[in-house]
């Protein structure tokens, strides 16, 4: 189980874009079938699938965040990255990188997610975002 690695600036701004960064030692981010997720924990809360970029750099993200989010990936560095912009308090959050062995479910409603932790075979630590002026 590889243990990923989230880094983040910590304390941002209202209307601001943060960018987040994943590494991943000892795997490769374009081996194949590799679904690297971002995931975020609003205090108090759940959590909450952002989308994925996959080992061939295709992305999906979630509806509830698509128009805000951007996910790319450095393979020299073996690093994703995370984009959200026009950030507001509500946007505070844990961030997690997790990989996942396949796709999420597609369900008959429309609704595109993983349905357990379980479905996530590596994560990271996690990385604390605050919204605040």
């Known amino acids: 189980q590889v243990r990923l690695q989230e880094s983040g600036p910590g304390l941002v701004k209202p209307s601001q874009t943060v960018s987040l960064t994943c590494d991943v030692p000892?795997?490769?981010?374009?081996?194949?079938?590799?679904?690297w997720s971002w995931i975020r924990q609003p205090p108090g809360q759940g959590l909450e699938w952002i989308g994925y970029?996959?080992?061939?750099?295709?992305?999906y993200y979630s509806p509830a965040l698509k128009s805000r989010t951007s996910f790319s990936r450095d393979t020299s560095k073996n690093r994703i990255t995370l984009q959200l912009s026009s950030v507001t308090p509500e946007d505070t959050a844990v961030y997690y990188c997790a990989s996942a062995p396949g796709i999420p479910t597609y369900y008959p409603s429309g609704l595109v997610c993983y349905a357990f932790r379980s479905d996530f075979q590596s994560w990271g630590q996690g990385t604390q975002v605050t919204v605040s002026s």
């Open positions: 000892g795997d490769s981010i374009t081996t194949g079938y590799r679904y």
């Open positions: 970029i996959d080992y061939n750099g295709d992305t």
